[in-house]
């Protein structure tokens, strides 16, 4: 064990930061790890060298940690009765779709057209969160039938592509469509389970044998990062929740909007140096 963290050490260090930093942030600014955990992850993996596959890992591996925040959210918004289930079941097997497709689609894309991908979403996220407002609609009630399935993998899709929970995405689909904003969080919060099992399971898939891979990765998950960062997160994720109490709510969305677009340009940056 101690020869393994000689020989890793820089990784294992920079993922513990990754972990308390992802954690920190998500608790403070109320928004899902993974808009904090792939940008993180892609820079951290690409100043060790693993340029050609750093936003695959970092997108599958973030996925991977949805899988346990999401459930443990889900129930603590259960227990409150926040959480609409008839959407989920409607909802749910789309959702799941949408994420496997949205998983091949990453897979076969290039590292840089990937990091140029969530750059630009990214961009247009934290726009949202920066100037959006909670009473605009779109209509009375969250559709269901062939536009709900059509919407529900949509939101599958571009949050696997992109290495996020269903709350990004969700969240605002559900508050356009009328739903309180308490509701949208606690539904929105069953949509990552079912974005990031069957995504980090595909993501294994193709990743599987991929050379340049960073240690300790099935596939395109890395286990060494996704047990570090669900590890830290927990530990910090309170504390941030703490602090966002005493806070501003406007003005944190506001600063973390800004954060995201100030990471986004950095990425897109990147690729148009490349």
């Known amino acids: 064990m101690i020869e393994l963290f000689l020989e890793y050490w820089t990784l294992i260090i920079a993922l513990c930061a990754c972990g308390l930093f992802s954690g920190l942030a998500a608790g403070l600014f109320g928004i899902g790890g993974g808009a904090v955990i792939v940008p993180v992850l892609i820079i951290l993996f690409d100043s060790l060298g693993y340029t050609e596959t750093a936003s695959h890992v970092a997108i599958a591996t973030s996925l991977a940690t949805i899988i346990l925040t999401s459930t443990r959210s889900v129930l603590a918004h259960h227990e409150r009765g926040a959480v609409d289930w008839t959407i989920i079941q409607h909802w749910g097997l789309w959702i799941m779709l949408?994420?496997?497709i949205g998983q091949l689609v990453a897979g076969s894309m290039s590292n840089a057209s990937l990091k140029l991908f969530f750059?630009?979403?990214a961009l247009v996220l934290a726009a949202q969160l920066y100037f959006g407002r909670p009473d605009w609609r779109l209509a009375a009630d969250v559709p269901?039938?062939?536009r709900g399935a059509i919407l529900a993998g949509t939101v599958g899709g571009l949050s696997a592509i992109m290495g996020i929970g269903g709350g990004t995405f969700g969240v605002t689909m559900l508050t356009l469509f009328g739903r309180s904003i308490h509701q949208a969080v606690a539904t929105a919060a069953g949509f990552g389970v079912a974005i990031g099992l069957p995504s980090a399971l595909t993501a294994?898939?193709?990743?599987?044998?991929?050379?340049?891979l960073p240690p300790f990765s099935l596939g395109y998950v890395n286990v060494a990062a996704f047990a570090l960062i669900s590890a830290f997160t927990i530990i910090t994720a309170p504390i941030g929740a703490r602090l966002a109490h005493?806070?501003?709510p406007t003005r944190l969305k506001k600063l973390f909007a800004v954060l995201l677009a100030l990471v986004s340009i950095r990425l897109i940056s990147d690729f148009i140096v490349v």
């Open 246 to 248: 005493r806070l501003n």
């Open 98 to 100: 949408g994420a496997v």
């Open 144 to 146: 269901r039938g062939g």
């Open 119 to 121: 750059g630009l979403m």
């Open 204 to 212: 294994i898939s193709v990743g599987w044998g991929r050379e340049g």
